[in-house]
């Protein structure tokens, strides 16, 4: 039998750091045969490794210190220590094991796919509860540990008393930060906006690329970080390119000649179109959608796969016509005409101007005219004038 306290100590070290290694090499044992067939399992002991053996060694030395050195001097206060120690490696090793399931859980669902609108709400979602999950946590756990202190638990009953008026000033104080984090959640379960979809906001074309409880950050399409606050999104209108599905349609203009030939146009246009892969086959069209002034306005209407695919199909498009248009079809490229003619002399001009115009009257000048006007005078026209 053991006498010396340090001994003892020192025997229960051993004795703990002992058993963890066997149960530590038995766990890894089983998990790496699973591991053999099933691919979560590599994923699992990646996650949780470093947290359950801390959890597991922490635990084995409170337990033997506990058994084998109960008279050990300041008993009270290394035991209080595991404790704490304790409850934060079991934080730990809850939010390991709440992000592996959350991840086990996303990879279900593949983000490189054509349409992946249901992969990216749902990415949206779990990320937000991955938050939630880990904040609750930590608040627990700290919770758990200041209610360790014999200070604390005394404390807790004067701050309930007056919880009334902390919580009024809290949410004063905190009205904003409060207003960004339930936007965030209603973003995240709203399904108004998802990770990887394509908005406009702020007149800025990008991608959300990540959400969070307090703000979005849009990924622009010149690689800069635009970072706005959630409530942005449910108090701004903004443009969101693939709410039900990522394929869109693009428009092409020109202002050409009268001379243009459309059928021409349209044939080179299916031609263009069938020689690239951007081209998602749904839409392609080329129609005459103005002819006023000495323009003709041509709009090319196509589709693609997603934003960034159709951005590239817009300017191919565009160039292929206008080379098309230099080669093929010159007649056709927009010009400005000037037509010079001798001007009459004004007397004779005024005077034909005159007439023109009291014969285009509609409402006076003749008889079908006078009457035409009546309809609009009302009752006033059949008073006789020198009655008036």
């Not at 490794?49 to 009270?76: E, K, Q, S």
Request: net charge neutral; aromatic share 8%; charged share 20%.
């Amino acid at each position: 039998m053991i006498t010396d306290p340090w001994m003892r100590l020192v025997v229960a070290v051993a004795i703990a750091l002992v058993v963890a290694v066997a149960i530590t090499a038995v766990v890894a044992l089983s998990i790496r045969l699973i591991a053999r067939r099933q691919v979560w399992a590599r994923s699992l002991i990646g996650r949780v490794r470093i947290p359950f053996r801390i959890l597991l060694l922490v635990a084995l030395l409170w337990v033997a210190f506990a058994n084998y050195a109960p008279d050990f001097a300041g008993h009270g206060a290394v035991s209080h220590v595991f404790l704490i120690l304790t409850i934060a490696a079991a934080a730990w090793l809850v939010c390991s094991l709440a992000i592996f399931f959350e991840d086990l859980w996303l990879a279900r669902f593949r983000m490189d796919m054509p349409d992946n609108r249901v992969a990216r709400r749902i990415r949206t979602q779990v990320l937000i509860i991955r938050r939630l999950t880990v904040v609750a946590t930590v608040i627990v756990a700290l919770g758990s540990i200041l209610l360790t202190f014999p200070g604390a638990q005394a404390a807790g009953a004067s701050l309930l008393a007056s919880a009334g008026l902390v919580s009024i000033v809290a949410g004063l104080a905190a009205q904003s930060t409060l207003a960004n984090v339930f936007a965030g959640m209603q973003l995240a379960f709203s399904d108004a906006i998802r990770v990887d979809d394509v908005v406009i906001a702020h007149k800025e074309w990008g991608r959300i690329e990540e959400i969070t409880l307090t703000y979005v950050v849009v990924h622009i399409w010149d690689d800069r970080r635009m970072v706005l606050p959630s409530t942005y999104f449910t108090t701004t209108p903004f443009e969101n390119w693939t709410r039900r599905n990522s394929e869109l349609l693009g428009s092409v203009e020109f202002d050409l000649d009268w001379r243009a030939a459309p059928a021409r146009m349209r044939e080179e246009l299916h031609r263009i179109l069938e020689t690239t892969d951007l081209w998602d086959g749904r839409v392609g069209v080329l129609q005459i959608t103005d002819a006023v002034g000495g323009f003709v306005r041509v709009r090319v209407l196509v589709s693609a796969g997603d934003a960034g695919k159709l951005f590239d199909l817009r300017c191919l498009v565009r160039e292929q016509l206008i080379s098309w248009l230099h080669g093929s079809s010159p007649q056709a490229i927009p010009r400005t005409r000037v037509q010079l003619v001798e001007a009459e002399p004004e007397a004779r001009a005024g005077k034909a101007d005159m007439d023109t115009a009291e014969e285009s009257a509609l409402f006076s000048g003749d008889e079908a005219a006078e009457v035409r006007g009546g309809q609009f005078t009302g009752p006033i026209n059949t008073i006789p004038r020198e009655d008036l």
